[in-house]
């Protein structure tokens, strides 16, 4: 009787969580920081060089990573907060101080409608992460208004909630670092999909774990 074999090789990598998460909470201070006037309109290049020497390569890392984790939904967010890191910066460095972009506003429209989508994907197993996703597209959702209205409150209260995500990304850089550990020590409120991996049927799980991407068959 011929019997077959599933083997399972694992990339042994870190989490990208961590590392995103610090060039988001990066980022969105620096940025914030410049919407609520903290740093003077005519330093808006150095701001702009920051933006693209900081969050922009520790996301697109982040994002690689997390694709070679196989984690499409945190790689495809990742990858999109990268790009909008590097779109925000070389505006910055190419614009005139105090000047608002409309072409960035719709850039960054679409790319809060492209972090929701991922933070629904991601609030099946990750609700920690899938929060701050969703954080991150309302601070651009409001970002993009102002750079299509070009007025109103809306530059400081993109600011604020730049804060409030700082804070949040802050959170979850130290929660993922800790257990990565193998210690829940704070909460991420992760689904409990592995423990019941483990006590469901092993036979049908077996079976799902044969039938994945890159898994193959041998005698």
């Excluded at 309302?138 to 700082?166: D, E, H, K, N």
Aim: one cysteine or more; glycine letters at 10%; aromatic letters at 6%.
């Amino acid at each position: 009787m011929e019997l077959s074999h599933t083997h399972v090789v694992l990339r042994p990598i870190g989490s990208p969580l961590p590392l995103g998460m610090s060039g988001l909470a990066i980022g969105s201070f620096v940025q914030s920081g410049f919407d609520l006037h903290w740093v003077a309109a005519s330093d808006v290049h150095q701001v702009g060089l920051i933006l693209l020497a900081v969050p922009f390569p520790l996301q697109m890392l982040a994002c690689v990573l997390a694709y070679l984790a196989r984690d499409g939904t945190v790689g495809a967010a990742l990858g999109v907060l990268s790009g909008s890191w590097l779109a925000i910066g070389l505006v910055h460095v190419t614009a005139d101080p105090g000047q608002a972009s409309a072409a960035l506003g719709l850039m960054l429209l679409a790319a809060a409608g492209a972090l929701s989508l991922s933070a629904i994907s991601a609030s099946h197993s990750k609700r920690l992460t899938a929060c701050v996703f969703l954080a991150a597209s309302a601070r651009f959702m409001i970002a993009g208004i102002y750079g299509l209205s070009a007025g109103g409150p809306w530059q400081t209260v993109a600011g604020v909630l730049g804060l409030l995500l700082t804070a949040a990304a802050g959170y979850c850089v130290i929660a993922f670092e800790l257990e990565g550990q193998h210690r829940a020590i704070l909460p991420t409120f992760r689904a409990n999909s592995g423990e019941s991996a483990i006590h469901d049927d092993f036979t049908a799980q077996v079976d799902e774990v044969e039938h994945e991407a890159g898994v193959r068959m041998t005698t």
